[in-house]
């Protein structure tokens, strides 16, 4: 399997792989929400899900901030209906 170079399709296979994160642990990004360490409850989670985006993408695109905005884009964005303090 050839790496992924281009960004767009970068783009989604980190979307992907974090509405996968989110769907899997639901509870915890609720949990974590709610007492605003989300990181850190999902902490493996989200590092096995940056491997596999790292071992899908070419180089440059690995060393970029797409995961880390598909990130906020999906899991946090998402998220802004759980009742908060940090809304």
């Given at each position: 399997?050839?790496l992924?170079?281009?960004?767009?399709?970068?783009?989604?296979?980190?979307?992907?792989?974090?509405?996968?994160?989110?769907?899997?642990?639901?509870?915890?990004?609720?949990?974590?929400?709610?007492?605003?360490?989300?990181?850190?409850?999902?902490?493996?989670?989200?590092?096995?899900?940056?491997?596999?985006?790292?071992?899908?993408?070419?180089?440059?695109?690995?060393?970029?901030n797409?995961?880390?905005?598909?990130?906020?884009?999906?899991?946090?964005?998402?998220?802004?209906?759980?009742?908060?303090?940090?809304?």
């Amino acid at each position: 399997m050839s790496l992924i170079d281009n960004p767009e399709q970068a783009r989604r296979l980190a979307r992907a792989i974090i509405s996968d994160v989110a769907i899997y642990n639901r509870d915890k990004v609720e949990q974590g929400i709610k007492n605003d360490n989300i990181f850190d409850v999902l902490t493996d989670e989200l590092e096995e899900g940056r491997q596999h985006f790292v071992s899908r993408v070419a180089p440059q695109l690995a060393s970029s901030n797409i995961f880390e905005i598909a990130v906020v884009d999906v899991l946090i964005k998402r998220a802004g209906k759980i009742e908060s303090s940090i809304w």
